[in-house]
């Protein structure tokens, strides 16, 4: 019996798909929804960009950092435990922010662990969906899956932002915290407990033939590509607002430009996916990342009205590899290893975008916005020669399971 059939016989493929989807939807938005909390607590705390800064990486750190951490917690306490209780302890830093009356201290506190619970999603819910939907679908399910977080970014801030306008920022915080328990409670009704336990993995992978494990050639080489690709992802829009403002933007435009590229991302995550199982890994990166760069190499050179048009299609193409990216890492490991390979991937991808506006920043300064925008379309194009050293690695299929 195959691995997606087994998953199927205690609990179906879509309840595993829906709940991935909307825990990703949910850590997503806990993320990103920091940024409309910013302007709030420098007023509140009278902080300065720099201790505002230092929020944001506390969030961000402690979720890159420990993403691998809590792939190997799963194999011990099974996927769904630990999944449940990251995203409690995600929801509990922003109940306690929004409902104690907290301090800069305690609120530099709550967001390290906020982000150390954001920290469980990604490889966990990624490696539960992936186990779900063996073989091709893997990749276009995963694609869905990537998808949801964009829904996330867009809705919770937004949510939160509306709730502004009839209560306090506390109290709004302590709904949107109060969500999150919901969800971590409904993980655990949802699904069984021993859903990626390592007895739970052994059964389902017993008899198969497992090729490959996550410090393969293959998956270094996928995980090389997508830490260019979030790298180049980060370093452009760092610099967008520049290079606009440099072509006549305002601040008006610089933000509809920053919507028509979140859009048009959040487009190419959904598309990306289903493409890239059609035509493959290459076809599509070659598609996607020539398409970025050409894209941004277009930006140097054109006026801002015509810019801002072509602005959703570099969105696209700058997102949309990401999906593909997550989905085929299940073509390189062994079922067993999924959990930490994801933690692994994860962990390079969010670290080189962390990492990338700070080297193209030095940049930037040297050789100014509009030059520093044109290396980074350059180093983008990279990820294609690496893609056709990593596609005969996805070529056998000799060993997977129908």
Known sequence: MSAALEIAAPVSRRRVFGVACVTHALHDGYTDLIYVLLPIWQHEFGLGFAALGVLRMLYTGAMASLQ???????????????????????????LVVGLSGAGFALLAIALVVGGAGSATQHPLASALVSRAYEGASARSVLGTYNFAGDVGKMVIPAALASMLAIMSWRHALGLVGAAGVVLSVAIVALLPSRLGSVAEVEARSAGQHEHTVPHSLGFRLLLVIGIIDSATRMGFLAFLPFVLKQKGGGFETIGLALSLIFAGGAAGKFVCGFLGARIGVLATVILTEGGTAAGILALYFLPLQASMVLLPLVGLALNGTSSVLYGTVPELVATSQREKAFGIFYTGTIGGGAVAPVIYGALGDQIGPIHAIGV???????????????????????????
Do not use: F
Not at 85 to 93: E, F, R, V, Y
Not at 376 to 401: F, Q
């Open 68 to 94: 691998i951490p809590a792939s190997l917690a799963a194999r011990s306490l099974g996927a769904v435990a630990v999944l449940a209780l990251g995203t409690l302890l995600a929801a509990a830093a922003y």
């Open 376 to 402: 980074v379309a350059i180093v983008c194009l990279a990820t294609i020669p690496l893609a056709v050293i990593l596609n005969p690695y996805l070529a056998p299929r000799r060993h997977r399971v129908a």
